[in-house]
């Protein structure tokens, strides 16, 4: 298994980013499905000059992988393929020259729209549960973050991956809250979609990934806890760059 990134760390220049510390931090976002941590990760690295990594994207590549190749139907997963495939499975990031965003590529191929479905979405806890895989993804997502300056979100960051993290954020909202914002933005993209089987897709998910043996998502003792049920992305913006700022003073 062979994960990198590419993502260089950008210049810090330009009104946006008025958030510059000397002092590099690792900053682990962990909390329940949508619940917007991809998005307000992803702002605040830029903001900051940071790397940002979706390592939820991670799974979701491992778990596109098992769907293209027949070792998943309905949650039965071909763990001993599996485990073999994983060792030469190539997950890497690199950014999108026009958007800037970063995309996710399965052993060379963009899969950033692909990994997004709700059929990778409806398998991916259960990939994601297996102790081999999160062994493996622990390692290259600690890998990534040995020179700080790093924005990582997900289920287990500030627990298992960063749990010396100088940051550790854990967001949460109301599930049908989390249903709504997911609707409407595949709505927007034009993709047909049931405002029901998102709410019962991330209730799913939220029952494997809390309850699951290895790693299971719970809030680090010493995580900071933002519900952003009622936050505007705006308020949320500014309470994040408070935090930093507190995170950082020296
Ligand atoms: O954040 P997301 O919805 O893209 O994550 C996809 C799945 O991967 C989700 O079911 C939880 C799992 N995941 C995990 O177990 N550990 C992580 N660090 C990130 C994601």
Redesign the pocket.
């Known amino acids: 298994m062979h994960t990198n990134t590419n993502l260089e760390n950008p210049v810090c220049t330009g009104p946006r980013n008025i958030l510059i510390s000397m002092k590099k931090i690792v900053i682990a976002i962990d909390g329940y499905?949508s619940c917007g941590k991809s998005t307000m990760a992803k702002d605040l690295a830029r903001e900051i000059g940071y790397i940002y990594i979706d390592?939820?994207?991670m799974?979701?590549a491992v778990a596109l992988y098992c769907l293209e190749n027949g070792l998943i139907s309905k949650g039965e997963i071909k763990e001993e393929e599996l485990r073999k495939a994983l060792e030469s499975l190539e997950i890497t990031f690199r950014k999108d020259p026009q958007t800037g965003l970063p995309q996710t590529y399965l052993n060379g191929t963009n899969v950033e729209k692909k990994i997004r479905t709700l059929e990778v979405s409806g398998q991916?806890?259960h990939v994601?549960a297996l102790g081999f895989v999160r062994e493996a993804m622990t390692r290259q997502q600690q890998a990534m973050g040995r020179q700080k300056g790093i924005v990582m979100d997900?289920?287990?960051?500030g627990t298992a991956v960063f749990p010396d993290a100088e940051l550790k954020l854990f967001v949460t909202a109301s599930d049908r809250i989390r249903a709504q914002r997911r609707y409407d933005e595949l709505t927007a993209k034009g993709e047909p979609c049931s405002f029901e089987e998102i709410l019962l897709n991330l209730q799913e998910?939220d029952r494997i990934?809390t309850t699951r043996a290895v790693n299971p998502l719970r809030q680090a003792e010493d995580a900071i806890v933002l519900d952003n049920s009622h936050m505007s992305i705006e308020e949320q913006r500014k309470w994040l760059a408070d935090e930093f700022r507190k995170a950082t003073a020296e």
């Open positions: 499905s390592s939820g994207a799974y979701r991916v806890s994601a997900g289920r287990d960051i998910r990934d």
